[in-house]
């Protein structure tokens, strides 16, 4: 693996998580932060679908299942970073915060950003998924086996 | 003779105030809002979604907000905005095999790898009603447990390795879609998925429990049925990599069936598939055998002539949105048609009247 395969990775895995955090989450913990840095749209916030892909039995030939709303945008810092925002629903402020992220996540302010934003958010992320395999793991079947007619 | 006239914009608006009005309801009762909507009727909001064809739960509370409760007025104004949306792309199809499941339940292999795991269902409710939710009460709290596996296999995996089950492999051509081109017949089974799965549920059940009683009978066994999430992912071409983009609830059906074998296959299990936003099973298993239904001609079956088996049928009426949109036309004003009819009928009558004073004079 390059180091440009890493750094992929990386940023793979922030932006996905951006993508999947909850709005107003999201907007909280990034309320604290103050010193924005600026910069410039590349392509402002805009609504739109993504047709949603499913496979014939699992593992099959594709199938188009419906849309999802997604909201995305990019931007560039004075500084020159790149940054794109891909949210899922209709929250501009929410693709705006996360191309902001995704853009000072590549300069030296990473590690504060990862700290202060990205950690709570996967915790609560991990939280809320263990919460639901919790209560499903409650409701799995334990078989008892009758008196058997054979013996 | 009939005069083109035109008016009632006055008569609209004020039934548009009234309705309005309705839809509040007893102003000394508190007003929904969306999040209680959302939250608390999620599986009318699932269904708003699944067959509006678009998944924000959000915007689909809204809508049966507005269309006070009338589903399928909310799957319209959903089927509306959505048209409004530009497409931004596709995601990869998504990995059900990898779903965090809530629910994962197999009729056929009670000791499926995973377990039998049954999530928040009705299924063993007494369906007695429960006047507790009348009143005001505390907040329930689910029990939690330890051991969920991390990793629920697929049921047919299992029957596959024997080769009993016929196989589904895997390919990447990309799907036809019929939000972009109109319907075309004989449909490929991507485009019949995509048409059933948006499909109006009372119809696909319909379908579905007429092969049951024997139009087009198929042996289903729900193989397996799971609920949970899934991440779905796109590849941006921007970035050259993909990305989540979100995460989805889906319900899944995989139905095993009996089959004898045909001309062209040999005896061994083949299989219906139900794939649907949301927590959706009735309509999953539905979906699972209609799908199944239609496959008559790849698998060589015979054609009974069920109405299940027709693929022109069931595709051309399910969509609840066609068919109330022309079912509903013909109460609005059609004056001059209706005009155009009662001179004929008229005209007929009078000569069939003509007629039979003749043949009484003679």
């Not at chain 1, 990386?10 to 600026?38: F, N, V, Y």
């Not at chain 2, 022109?312 to 048609?337: C, M, R, W």
Request: hydrophobic fraction near 40%; include cysteine.
């Amino acid at each position: 693996m390059t180091a440009q395969d890493d750094q992929n990775e990386a940023r793979k895995g922030w932006m996905s998580l951006l993508a999947k955090s909850p709005a107003q989450r999201l907007a909280d913990l990034t309320g604290e932060i103050t010193d924005w840095p600026g910069f410039e749209w590349l392509r402002p916030p805009e609504v739109g679908g993504v047709m949603v892909r499913g496979r014939t039995g699992g593992t099959g030939a594709p199938f188009n299942l419906g849309e999802m709303t997604v909201t995305r945008c990019a931007l560039r810092l004075a500084t020159g970073e790149v940054g794109h925002g891909y949210v899922q629903g209709r929250d501009k402020a929410h693709a705006e915060r996360a191309a902001l992220i995704d853009a000072m996540m590549q300069t030296e302010r990473a590690e504060e950003l990862r700290r202060a934003v990205l950690d709570p958010l996967e915790t609560q992320l991990q939280a809320a998924k263990a919460s639901r395999a919790a209560r499903a793991a409650a409701t799995k079947v334990d078989f008892f086996t009758m008196v058997r007619g054979e013996d | 003779m009939y005069v083109a006239v035109k008016g009632g914009e006055r008569a609209i608006d004020n039934a548009h105030d009234w309705l309005a009005e309705e839809r509040r309801g007893d102003a000394s009762v508190p007003e929904l809002d969306v999040a209680q909507i959302r939250e608390q009727l999620s599986l009318a909001v699932n269904r708003v979604m699944a067959e509006g064809s678009l998944y924000d739960p959000d915007l689909a509370a809204l809508a049966i907000k507005q269309a006070r409760g009338d589903l399928i007025e909310a799957i319209f104004l959903i089927r509306a905005y959505r048209t409004t949306l530009p497409r931004i792309g596709h995601s990869r199809p998504v990995d059900t095999g990898a779903m965090a499941c809530i629910r994962r339940i197999s009729a056929t292999f009670k000791d499926a790898p995973g377990g039998q795991v049954l999530g928040p269902t009705f299924d063993y409710t007494h369906r007695l009603l429960d006047f507790k939710l009348a009143a005001e009460g505390e907040t329930p709290r689910a029990a939690t447990g330890e051991g969920l596996a991390s990793e629920m296999p697929r049921i047919t995996d299992f029957l596959n390795r024997e080769g009993l089950i016929q196989d589904e492999p895997p390919c990447d051509d990309t799907p036809p879609d019929m939000t972009r081109a109109p319907m075309e017949y004989p449909a490929t089974r991507a485009l019949r998925l995509q048409a059933l799965t948006r499909g109006d549920e009372g119809f696909v059940l319909g379908m579905a429990y007429s092969t049951q009683r024997g139009y087009g009978r198929n042996h289903p066994f729900v193989g397996e049925l799971r609920i949970g999430t899934v991440a779905v992912e796109m590849d941006i071409p921007e970035l050259g990599f993909a990305i989540e983009i979100g995460e989805i609830t889906l319900t899944e059906c995989e139905t095993v069936n009996q089959f004898m074998g045909s001309k062209t296959e040999s005896p061994q299990f083949t299989r219906g598939y139900g794939l649907v936003f949301g927590q959706t099973e009735r309509k999953a298993i539905s979906m699972a055998l209609v799908d199944r239904a239609l496959r008559w001609d790849e698998l060589g079956e015979d054609n009974e002539g069920a109405p299940a088996q027709d693929e022109e049928f069931v595709l051309s009426h399910a969509d609840n949105i066609q068919a109330t949109g022309f079912l509903e036309h013909i109460k609005l004003p059609h004056y001059v048609d209706f005009q155009s009819e009662l001179e004929l009928i008229r005209k007929v009558r009078a000569e069939a009247q003509e007629a039979a004073r003749q043949e009484a004079a003679e």
